[in-house]
């Protein structure tokens, strides 16, 4: 009797476990006004399925369960609660799987003790244990997560889903779970490691994403800077140009008393000078690249501060075949791996050069930097033990690999070169 007593506290506790948390995972929050609807649902499907096991017994009571219960909680999330249909099933499919902690523990309790009261006591237990600990460290991620657009919700769809297919195919319908078959057991092995593998794919595409939009506000804020540089560059501009306008009758003068006096040379010597200062008021121009001059500007202020002498040579289109996000990968972070390297050295040995052509159709970037520590080269990509660095050369051969490129860093006594074709 005080078995049949606790194990029907157990079938309780379980169902509403599962009607509770599938509220939860959803986001619904269990105020007064859910928990009464939610304790009358589970009040309901409770007596259903207590009333077609003392008419039918366990075992139909048990395949009939998904009928009693499921389908109907998925009726209530959608219909009362305005939740989408695959989200719901989603939730409800993740508190079945959630129940299989206190079953796991339970049958472990068993077989330790061979005791069936032990059984269903530790079930009761672990069940409220774990649904308060879902409630409060859990079900807010959860709800989170399931508002995902949908391609990214199938990693969290997958398991939940086969495991419910695989629990009452082999242990409710069948006693296939028990057969002893190894095609049974290893099963769920198999699908472990199908929900690992996706789950590494789309962590990836999504870190990828990540990545890129990361760039893109990385370009945006290089633009802002660059343009309030160009700005005040402009205004630096034109009020040399001013100066000069104002003073232009005086040179003018003065040079021709020079050249009125045959003072030739002092008259060159002026006009040198003049030219020298009108040269002052121009902005750096790299090239004909807008997303190359805004990278180059964006390094040139740390470069003048180290006094690194840096020298290019630059002959490429306006427009370019690769993006503007994957370019800004390749140079910002070669450059800054670049800037890293020489700035240890003794200020005339800081030197980096950059190489930037077109050969048929293919964009050719050399950059070479010498360097106070020589860097080793594993497997083809440099390391280094130095925390918080490495990533940029990982960053810039996975964007050439991305491009269909190809990527080569190499060292010498003297330099260390970063070659990329694409």
């Not at 530790?122 to 959860?142: E, K, M, N, P, Q």
């Not at 996706?198 to 804020?221: D, H, P």
């Not at 003073?247 to 020298?276: C, G, P, Q, T, W």
Request: glycine share 4%.
């Amino acid at each position: 009797m005080f078995i049949d007593i606790l194990n029907i506290v157990h079938n309780a506790t379980t169902l509403l476990f599962g009607v509770f948390a599938s509220a939860a995972f959803l986001g619904i929050r269990l105020n007064r006004k859910n928990n009464l609807t939610l304790l009358l649902f589970s009040c309901v499907s409770g007596a259903i399925h207590l009333f077609v096991y003392q008419l039918y017994g366990t075992s139909f009571a048990e395949q009939l369960y998904p009928l009693i219960t499921h389908i109907p909680l998925v009726l209530l999330l959608t219909l009362y609660y305005k939740y989408n249909a695959t989200i719901s099933i989603l939730s409800i499919l993740t508190a079945y799987l959630c129940c299989q902690i206190s079953n796991w523990i339970g049958i472990a309790a068993f077989a330790l003790t061979n005791q069936q009261w032990i059984y269903y006591s530790v079930r009761i237990c672990i069940t409220a244990i774990v649904f308060v600990l879902l409630i409060h460290y859990v079900s807010d991620i959860t709800a989170q997560l399931l508002q995902k657009p949908t391609r990214s919700l199938m990693i969290l769809r997958f398991m939940p889903f086969v495991y419910y297919i695989f629990d009452y195919v082999t242990s409710i319908y069948t006693s296939l779970l028990y057969s002893g078959l190894e095609i049974v057991g290893e099963f769920l092995g198999f699908v472990l490691c199908l929900t690992y593998l996706m789950f590494l794919f789309l962590y990836f595409k999504e870190y990828e994403a990540n990545k890129e939009a990361e760039q893109r506000n990385q370009i945006i804020e290089m633009k802002r800077v660059q343009s309030e540089k160009e700005l005040e560059a402009l205004h630096r501009s034109e009020r040399a140009v001013s100066i000069l306008r104002h003073d232009m009758r005086h040179f003018l003068l003065s040079i021709s008393s020079y050249i009125e006096n045959n003072e030739n040379e002092k008259a060159l010597d002026y006009i040198n000078e003049v030219i020298h200062t009108s040269d002052k008021t121009a902005l750096q121009r790299y090239c004909k690249n807008n997303i190359v001059n805004l990278i180059l500007s964006s390094h040139e202020g740390e470069m003048k501060k180290k006094q690194i002498t840096f020298q290019y040579t630059i002959q490429i289109p306006e427009k370019l075949r690769i993006s503007d996000v994957d370019l800004t990968a390749l140079l910002s972070n070669g450059l800054e791996n670049a800037i890293h390297a020489v700035s240890d050295l003794p200020m005339p040995k800081r030197i980096i050069r950059l190489d930037m052509h077109m050969n048929h159709d293919k964009l050719l970037i050399s950059l070479k930097n010498t360097y106070a520590i020589k860097p080793q080269i594993i497997d083809g990509l440099p390391y280094t033990s130095e925390a918080g660095h490495g990533f940029g050369t990982k960053s810039i051969w996975y964007v050439a690999e991305k491009q269909n490129g190809n990527c080569q860093f190499m060292v010498d006594d003297r330099f260390f070169t970063m070659r990329i074709i694409l």
